[in-house]
């Protein structure tokens, strides 16, 4: 099978199993891959083909939602009513709310009890399909060789009852993730581990658990950092200032008021920030056969496994803060995972929240194990972060000429690039610093871009395009001349890279010497 | 691989945007070797008409004004409109002859813009999916527009004012190499 594993094959194997050479764990594994829903499809006893229901107890994990809606709408409407000057609720105002409040839960309580029951799910060979909704009927699959990721979430109320989320992201954007909520605890964990096995094409014999890849932790972020990140950030800065002139206006002007009116935003910034302590909290990093092992949440947990191969594109990043303690984060474009506003706050692109520079490369190093560098790769990745030499640095990278001063006179010295065998590294900001890294097989496609004040300086801007994810590569103001090489290497090399690229399925070995 | 055809009714319009004024400027956005054809003319009329459409809401309004209060007055409003309508008519042209696009071995280039000018390229191999295009004004004038997706919202590959059947052609052929060279994510 040629490099590009096709996914229009849906059975790995069919048409080209001789060459394929799975890792067969037990010594008389099939080398066929088993029939779909015959019961010898192997791994996890709820991946054996056959329609599974979710726990029954998903109705309320669930429900419970519906349920604080209603009540906040109540609260919300007595509160007004009390402050619009009115009586407190007589008795029959009362009975009629409570009525209408019980109806409003029963009515939830059976929806929720009618989806429970139409939710199915089915985990095949190679796809995972999932049938949900009450009106209006879903019929999902997943394809494993797609898989991009699994999430294993537990909302506080699920951890409570021993109740588990898992979530597949296949690369379809928001909202293409198979979502099968909610599974006990142990049998999500047997479900990951076939699903991760079955994607990476390792085949287990009959009546076989695939066992929990054993995984190595590596490195975790402790609370005082985590804490100390948060006061080192920009809204802190933002608030603290806020806070003094508001307290200073209030008391000269001697309007107390205005410290009222203040109240919202600092209930907003509390908001935000305990959300970005309650995510990062207790982040751990570990790496497994499987991929990366990202463990994190205080209240809601989550377990992201990222397999090999699908991470698309990674950000380092230091806001100017951090500068003093060196303090890195590092973000990812994983194809399927949200992003921005539709991702409701989940972080599920963050490789590590904050962590000093050894902790930021090594966790570089995870998702991008060989950077292709005759040199010392941990020398380079530093001249990526910290280097600001314009087009004359001698660690190899190229940068923008001195006349881009003119459009970035801050950072033209930190626009730049460099090519290794493996990866394209640009690097931008002065303030605020950031190291990009694509892996070659990984640009979708590339651009050229110059404006009317670029074309008078004879530069040009060079973009490679990932998918959706905070990380948007580029270099920007390079001499135009460089650019356009740097265009036409690129394609070509992506190209190269891209025949080189190991399988989707990424356990299996190449069939090519 | 044979350039195949070139859209029979440019003549005038290929070429004639290949002009480098500054041969060093141009370079990156000329790559050696390569042919780029140009799209339809009988988009500038289509751009042309949407010009006049958009300032329409400006235009018609003054002029009414004038005639209806026999005043000179509203025409001083007229005067910067009517310049802005006669640059952007000038300059429509000018547009639709720097948009190009080249099939090479493995991959498209989309060339767009005069003041902003980019070139994309696009690998077959990661093509998603095309799109054919063609709205009422469009269908009117026969022309519709191919569009390539990655899974990368970032790819700006859209090129407007093909004739028909070179849209079919185009959408079939890069269908047909993004299958040879497919590629995973």
């Known amino acids: 099978m040629t490099a590009t594993g096709g996914p229009e094959v849906p059975a790995a194997g069919s048409a080209d199993a001789p060459a394929d050479e799975a890792m067969d764990v037990s010594p008389d594994a099939p080398h066929t891959p088993a029939a779909p829903d015959a019961p010898a499809a192997p791994g996890a006893p709820e991946a054996d083909g056959q329609w599974h229901r979710m726990h029954p107890v998903t109705p309320v994990v669930k429900g419970w939602k519906i349920i604080a809606v209603l009540l906040a709408i109540y609260v919300q409407q007595t509160g007004d009513n009390l402050f619009a000057g009115r009586d407190l609720p007589g008795g029959t105002e009362l009975l009629v709310s409570a009525g209408i409040l019980v109806a409003g839960v029963v009515v939830a309580a059976v929806y929720s009890a009618l989806a429970w029951r139409m939710t199915r799910y089915q985990v095949g060979p190679d796809a995972v399909h999932l049938h949900s909704g009450v009106l209006n009927r879903t019929q999902r699959q997943a394809q494993l060789d797609r898989l991009q990721a699994v999430d294993v979430v537990q909302p506080l109320l699920a951890r409570l009852l021993g109740l588990t989320e898992l979530k597949l992201e296949v690369a379809g954007g928001a909202g293409s993730d198979v979502k099968l909520a909610y599974l006990p605890e142990a049998e999500a964990q047997r479900l990951r581990n076939t699903l991760l096995a079955r994607a990476a094409g390792v085949r287990y014999a009959e009546g076989e658990d695939a066992p929990e890849a054993p995984e190595t932790s590596v490195l975790e972020v402790p609370v005082d950092r985590l804490v100390g990140s948060l ?283 | 691989m044979a350039r195949v055809s070139e859209p029979p009714e440019e003549p005038g319009a290929d070429g004639a945007d290949e002009r480098p004024r500054s041969r060093r400027v141009e370079e990156p956005f000329a790559p050696p070797g390569v042919r780029w054809t140009a799209v339809s003319p009988r988009l500038v009329t289509v751009r042309r008409l949407g010009v006049l459409l958009g300032l329409a809401p400006f235009l018609v309004p003054i002029t009414v004004l004038t005639i209806v209060l026999r005043t000179g007055w509203p025409l001083l409003a007229l005067l910067p409109l009517l310049l802005v309508l006669a640059w952007l008519l000038w300059l429509v042209p000018r547009q639709v002859r720097a948009i190009g696009y080249a099939e090479r071995e493995d991959d498209l280039l989309v060339r767009k813009g005069l003041m902003f000018r980019q070139v994309v390229v696009v690998p077959y191999g990661r093509m998603q999916y095309v799109d054919v295009n063609a709205g009422p004004v469009d269908r009117r004038f026969a022309i519709s527009s191919v569009q390539l997706h990655t899974a990368s919202p970032g790819t700006d590959a859209s090129i407007p004012g093909l004739p028909p059947g070179e849209a079919a052609r185009l959408r079939d052929r890069l269908a047909s190499r993004g299958e040879a060279r497919l590629a995973g994510l």
Do not use: K
């Open chain 1, 231 to 513: 006061l080192l950030s920009g809204t802190t800065v933002a608030l603290v200032v806020a806070v003094v002139v508001v307290v200073v206006v209030g008391v000269v002007l001697d309007t107390p008021g205005v410290l009222l009116g203040f109240a919202p935003a600092l209930l907003g910034f509390v908001g935000a920030t305990w959300s970005r302590f309650n995510r990062g909290f207790s982040f751990r990093v570990a790496t497994s056969a499987d991929g990366v092992r990202l463990r994190h949440g205080l209240l809601e947990s989550r377990a992201q496994t990222v397999p090999p191969g699908r991470v698309q594109a990674v950000r380092l990043s230091q806001p100017l803060l951090w500068r003093p303690v060196d303090w890195w984060r590092v973000e990812v474009n994983v194809a399927g995972y949200a992003t921005g506003a539709e991702q409701g706050g989940s972080d599920q692109n963050v490789l590590l929240p904050v962590g000093p520079r050894r902790d930021a490369i090594t966790v570089l190093s995870l998702v991008l194990p060989d950077l292709g560098t005759p040199d010392d790769p941990w020398e380079v990745v530093a001249a990526g972060l910290e280097g600001a030499t314009g087009d004359e640095d001698p660690r190899g990278f190229v940068g923008a000429p001195r006349r881009s001063r003119w459009l970035d006179l801050v950072g033209w010295r930190r626009n730049g690039f460099r090519v290794t065998d493996r990866a394209l590294l640009c690097r931008r900001g002065r303030l605020w610093r950031q190291l990009d890294v694509v892996p070659h097989e990984r640009t979708q496609s590339l651009a050229i871009r110059q404006g009317p004040l670029q074309r008078r300086l004879d530069v040009a801007a060079v973009l490679a395009h990932s998918t959706p994810g905070p990380v948007s590569p580029g270099v920007h103001h390079l001499d135009a001349g460089v650019a356009g090489r740097l265009l036409d290497e690129q394609a070509e090399r992506a190209r190269s890279a891209r025949a080189a690229a190991p399988p989707e399925r990424w356990m299996q070995q190449r069939s090519e010497p």
